[in-house]
Nanobody, 127 residues
């Protein structure tokens, strides 16, 4: 059973940076597309970023484009989310997720495409 474990969340001032990590157990990590989602209090979970199996293709929500960068290291079974220029509206619980049946190329934005989820890590941005 593959498990995803996030880390790197915390409290940061507006304009600051954080890097989230998500490490997976199992030997099939490189065959998965990976995504980051977030959920703020009282709001639905929303897509943040995703990366293809190879790491060549990345997709971002408009709200984070130019500020966040998703990357992966298949040798370490880890996906990262570098978050710069953080805003109070970025405050949320951030979840990493794996799509175990990804498209041949690219990565999906829809949460229903992802079937493995981490437990989440809290990111709080103060103004």
């Amino acid at each position: 059973q593959v498990q995803l474990v996030e880390s790197g969340g915390g409290l940061v001032q507006a304009g600051g940076s954080l890097r989230l990590s998500c490490t997976a157990s199992g030997r099939t990590f490189s065959s998965y597309a990976l995504g980051w989602f977030r959920q703020a209090p009282g709001k639905e979970r929303e897509f943040v970023a995703a990366i293809s199996r190879s790491g060549i293709t990345t997709v971002y929500a408009d709200s984070v484009k130019g500020r966040f960068t998703i990357s992966r290291d298949n040798a370490k079974n880890t996906v990262y989310l570098q978050m710069n220029s953080l805003k109070p509206e970025d405050t949320a619980v951030y979840y990493c997720a794996a799509d175990t049946s990804p498209p041949r190329f690219g990565a999906n934005r829809q949460s229903r495409s992802y079937d493995l989820w981490g437990q989440g890590t809290q990111v709080t941005v103060s103004s």
